[in-house]
């Protein structure tokens, strides 16, 4: 890989590399001769390189995403093969999109969070405060916490959405259908609000 001008992620098998908009076809170029190198390694082991389930995405620069003039390429050539350019992938279970907003991880957080939630409530009658405070950790609170140090300086309103999911679950624990008085119960819990990017919890 490095010999093409490649960085190398083994555990996920990904290939990263920066360019300018202007230089993309000699980028490609260099990426079909690294995958083809791949290829030709795994042939050997016995192995397989599916071109057709390999996702390619472009980030751009905030200067390239606030220009209307600066396209990223839609396509790239992949072992003969054409690949659209992705807008989002998953990598080591963080949702990515191409400009690096996280909205999108956010949004998958927030969806695993509330079906958690409505679960819980319904069995929280037969449950005590500290049981619920568990229940919480395990379910809500590592949903909250994966990768978290990723969101730093992300947009506002999409970390309020994630405080809201904590918020509902410290209703839950003390179970209170009000929204008053939320932060002082967080504060006896001993919760660090997720409004704050921590890269620290």
């Keep these: ?9 083994l555990y996920d098998s990904q290939l990263y590399c920066s360019f300018k908009n202007e230089n993309f076809k000699q980028v490609e170029k260099k ?3 690294c995958l083809i190198n791949i290829r030709a390694w795994m042939a050997e082991n016995l192995l397989k390189l599916n071109a057709g389930k390999t996702e390619v995405m ?9 220009s209307k003039s600066a396209k990223s390429p839609s396509e790239v050539k992949i072992l003969d093969e054409l690949i659209e350019t992705a807008i989002f992938v998953r990598n080591l279970g963080v949702i990515f999109d191409d400009r690096l907003t996280m909205k ?15 679960n819980l409530w319904r069995i929280g009658d037969k449950l005590d405060r500290n049981s619920k ?34 918020n509902l679950a410290v209703r839950y624990i003390f179970n209170r259908r009000q929204r008053r008085g939320v932060t002082a119960l967080r504060k006896k819990l001993h919760f660090v609000p997720h409004r704050c990017p921590r890269t620290l919890r």
């Design 1 to 9: 890989a490095e010999s093409h001008g490649m960085m190398l992620h």
């Design 31 to 33: 990426l079909e001769g």
């Design 58 to 66: 472009i980030i751009r620069s905030k200067q390239e995403n606030a």
């Design 104 to 118: 999108n991880n956010v949004s998958h957080i927030v969806r695993g969070c509330m079906g958690y939630l409505n």
């Design 133 to 166: 405070v568990k229940m919480v950790n395990m379910f809500i609170h590592s949903k909250l916490d994966f990768g978290n140090s990723l969101l730093y300086n992300i947009n506002a309103s999409y970390l309020d959405r994630l405080q809201k999911i904590q």
